[in-house]
Nanobody
Framework: QVQLVESGGGLVQAGGSLRLSCAAS????????MGWFRQAPGKERQFVAA????????YYADSVKGRFTISRDNAKNTVYLQMNSLKPEDTAVYYC???????????????????WGQGTQVTVSS
């Protein structure tokens, strides 16, 4: 079992930046592909970005490509999401998730991920 705890959310003006962190409880974290998802009120959970076990493979949703960067530090059991040029439509609860079934392949489907954090709120004001 892996516990995931997100942090770094908050309120920011449009055009600003935030860095989300997701700390994992187990060393097996380093073998999992990791993903970030978000969910706005009344909407389905949406894929944002994913990263392979060693950071060598990353993938982004078109809506965040060029603005967001996913990274990881396996020595710290932590995955990050650097968010720049934020827009009001980025407002959502952001979740990190671990895919224990994959180290390299990156899945965009939320149901393929096994462990989830509790989420952190990101609010972008216009």
């Amino acid at each position: 079992q892996v516990q995931l705890v997100e942090s770094g959310g908050g309120l920011v003006q449009a055009g600003g930046s935030l860095r989300l962190s997701c700390a994992a409880s187990a060393d097996t974290f380093s073998t999992y592909a990791m993903g970030w998802f978000r969910q706005a009120p009344g909407k389905e959970r949406q894929f944002v970005a994913a990263i392979s076990w060693n950071g060598g493979n990353t993938y982004y949703a078109d809506s965040v490509k060029g603005r967001f960067t996913i990274s990881r530090d396996n020595a710290k059991n932590t995955v990050y999401l650097q968010m720049n040029s934020l827009k009001p439509e980025d407002t959502a609860v952001y979740y990190c998730a671990a895919d224990r079934g994959s180290s390299w392949f990156l899945d965009l489907r939320p149901y393929k991920y096994d462990y989830w954090g509790q989420g952190t709120q990101v609010t972008v004001s216009s």
